[in-house]
């Protein structure tokens, strides 16, 4: 079993930057890859970056390839989401996400945080 909990959403203008935080509890957080979703409203959920258990290889949407960074931290079972350059369209409730291999199907997600809202305003 795993919980997550995400924190440092907020409000920021455009060209600006966040790092949302995601802390995981659960002995079995190291053996999950680990990723972060993000929700529109009236849009689906979509895939925004993963990374694998041991943090050797990442995962982008082509959306924010270049201006967002996903890294962890197993020692204080921590993810985090750098995001630069931030503009209005990414704009949205970001969600944590475990599973046992890197994925970009939100159906096929083990685990979900409760979301942090990143809002940029133009």
């Known amino acids: 079993q795993v919980q997550l909990v995400e924190s440092g959403g907020g409000l920021v203008q455009a060209g600006g930057s966040l790092r949302p935080s995601c802390a995981a509890s659960?002995?079995?957080?190291?053996?999950?890859?680990m990723g972060w979703f993000r929700q529109a409203p009236g849009k689906d959920r979509e895939f925004v970056a993963a990374v694998t258990w041991s943090a050797r290889n990442t995962y982008y949407a082509d959306s924010v390839k270049g201006r967002f960074t996903i890294s962890r931290d197993n020692a204080k079972n921590t993810v985090y989401l750098q995001l630069n350059s931030l503009k209005p369209e990414d704009t949205a409730v970001y969600y944590c996400a475990a599973a046992p291999v890197p994925l970009r199907d939100p159906k096929e997600v083990h685990y979900w945080g409760q979301g942090t809202q990143v809002t940029v305003s133009s």
């Open positions: 659960g002995r079995t957080f190291s053996t999950f890859a």
